[in-house]
């Protein structure tokens, strides 16, 4: 027992010299490995701090660029919208004393509007188949006065031409063949504002000349002598086409009955016209002229409330002008094409005036928001102010 004790003692002694300096080295060992990890930790901690600063920094570089864009698009926006506040200040100052004056008179012949459409109404009913000194006398001397005494406001400068017809219509028809007289641009009127199809008395061709000009390439010319009238005029109802019935004489074929008549009538969403024994769908683009070559017809009460007859015949005047144009166009040919280039130029010229004025009066109604941000309406004030300050058309005025 004493033996096995002292072997035990031994094994202990030397498993004791041997673990002991190891329990110290992992002592040591564990003891640097804390301050390590101590160290360790706080390197982490200082780079979560330096990124979690570089984070903020990014951020705030970031939000630096931003604003640096929006400051640069809103310095360029200002400066968009600091040109375009001078060309609208131009452009209005330009049109100011215009659109005073225009809406003055339209203030002044809004309160006219009643006696001037009674008169307007009457004249396009009435007045088509009288010369020019009765349809003056009749509408000055006699509906005038009696509107006056009726205490029904009316233009005391009132003119047909001026009420109904625009002045660009106007040079349209001058160009396209209808005498410059204000006879013929009251025949011009009734024809294109009836409500009845127009029947021309026309000895002199004019309105044939006029209406073939203004419907140019798709007119349809027929007469009561063709056999199959009646056929094209078929196909221009369906397909809107305008229609020319010339040389009738005092009579008009009992056929032609529906279409005077606008006798349409609608089948489930389709406008249908009976014309002969069928029925044929109805085109509301198609027109319809009738001339006659007689120089002082007998129309039947039924022919004339059926159509709208106007007597086309040539003044005295309208042939003074078309005698000037036939020896101009024989002595100076040249002159005469210069003036038709200058009609020509003329019309377009205040067609475009007024289609820029339209067009700035709707962009103003329907802008939203600033005016400075509309681009298109800028541009068209400039556009419009530079053909106002444009010379050419009273130039070209002067020149005609």
Known sequence: AVVSTQSTGEVYGRVYRVIEPKRKKLSEATSQLREKQNSLQEARDKLQEVTERMETLKKQYDEKLRMKEELRKSSELTQLRLERAGKLLSGLAGEKIRWEESATNIET??????????????????????????????????????????????????????????????????????????????????????????????????????????????????DLQQHDFLRTLENSIQFGTP???????????????????????????????????????????????ITTRLSNPHYTPEIATKTTIVNFAVKEVGLEAQLLGIVVRKERPDLEEQKDNLVLNIAAGKRKLVELEDEILRLLNAAEGSLLDDEVLVETLQTSREALLSSFLSTLRETE
């Open 243 to 289: 229609v020319l019935l010339q040389n009738v004489q005092e009579t008009l074929d009992p056929s032609l009955a529906p279409v005077l008549d606008k006798a349409v009538i609608k089948q489930g969403g389709r406008l249908l016209i009976r014309l002969g024994d069928k029925e044929i769908d109805y085109n509301p683009d198609f027109k319809f002229y």
């Open 109 to 222: 012949n809004i309160g006219f509007l009643v006696g001037d459409c009674l008169v307007a109404a009457a004249f396009t009913s009435y007045m088509g188949p009288f010369l020019s000194d009765y349809r003056e006398n009749l509408v000055q001397k006699v509906w005038l006065p009696d509107i006056r005494k009726l205490a029904i406001p009316c233009n005391p400068e009132f003119t047909v031409s001026a009420f109904l017809a625009k002045p660009t219509d106007v040079r349209d028809w001058n160009i396209r063949g209808l005498p410059s007289d204000n006879f013929s641009t009251e025949n011009g009127i009734i024809v294109t504002r009836g409500l009845r199809w127009p029947l021309m008395i026309d000895p002199q061709c004019q309105a044939i000349k006029w209406i073939k000009n203004m419907e140019k390439g798709k007119l349809k010319t027929i």
